[in-house]
């Protein structure tokens, strides 16, 4: 038994539940952000602040990052979506086309998509060579230590639906003419080899996560539930990485 059959997919929340966390999680995580950014309270910048997504195709992942930044000024947060490589990018170290989207101090950045790619994506569809995806633990490893060492709050989210939900999600995206666009034969591809993606997933969960750049497995059959983990999840994170640091948390003028 792997670690995504011990997720309880069976976690729901109702709509006014997911309504008023979703509005207090929101209000706190402003209000972390303009700590972090120096521009509440006194201490100056804070850490940065990188957040990774991934998981299923149609797991709600998009909605996830909609709530994630519905309420901040889109100056203060980078998203990043990241597809296959570019024939240049190819030309470099592989790591390399991600560089420039990692925060700096009072920094946040969430890449929908991420180098995980290497061993999920490029290693099922045979993009990448054996040697290649199996190196490529102990890369990330190293670089999301380096970047925890050097202060970064790092959270990596897998978001997990059944096979049988996603079906259904599929199902709907291709009958709805303003959601088609977001349904390609990559996804019909990749779902025929679910298994061997499974497989993939496991190994990555297994081999990369550690202390600093741990995963969360977020239970994606009720989208209500997957954003309002999601974001509670992330301010608990960045909590204690101000606690760890002595950081007061100003509290915001109600007028």
Do not use: C
């Not at 034969?185 to 202390?211: G, I, S």
Request: aromatic share 8%.
């Amino acid at each position: 038994m792997g670690r995504l059959d011990d997720v309880d997919l069976t976690l729901r929340l109702g709509r006014k539940e997911e309504a008023e966390r979703l509005e207090a999680a929101q209000e706190r995580l402003i209000q972390l952000r303009l700590t972090l950014g120096g521009l509440l309270g006194t201490q100056g910048l804070g850490p940065p602040v990188l957040i990774l997504i991934e998981g299923w195709d149609a797991s709600g992942k998009g909605g996830a990052i909609r709530r994630l930044v519905a309420r901040m000024d889109p100056r203060h947060v980078r998203v990043v979506q990241f597809a296959a490589p570019t024939p240049d990018e190819l030309r470099h170290n592989w790591l390399r086309r991600f560089w420039p989207s990692l925060p700096g101090w009072g920094g946040m950045a969430i890449l929908d998509r991420s180098w995980y790619g290497r061993v999920l994506v490029e290693r099922v569809e045979g993009f990448a060579t054996e040697q290649e995806w199996r190196r490529a633990y102990d890369e990330i490893v190293n670089l999301e230590e380096m970047l925890a060492h050097d202060g970064t709050v790092l959270l990596k989210f897998w978001f997990h639906i059944s096979h049988d939900e996603q079906a259904k999600r599929f199902k709907r995206r291709q009958e709805d003419p303003l959601k088609r666009w977001k349904l390609t034969e990559e996804d019909w591809r990749n779902r025929r080899k679910r298994p061997q993606y499974e497989e993939a997933v496991e190994e990555m969960l297994e081999r990369t996560d550690v202390p600093g750049a741990p995963w969360y497995v977020i239970a994606g059959e009720s989208k209500r539930w997957a954003r309002v983990a999601v974001i509670e999840t992330t301010i608990a994170a960045i909590e204690n990485a101000f606690a760890q640091r002595g950081v007061l948390i100003p509290p915001v003028d109600p007028d």
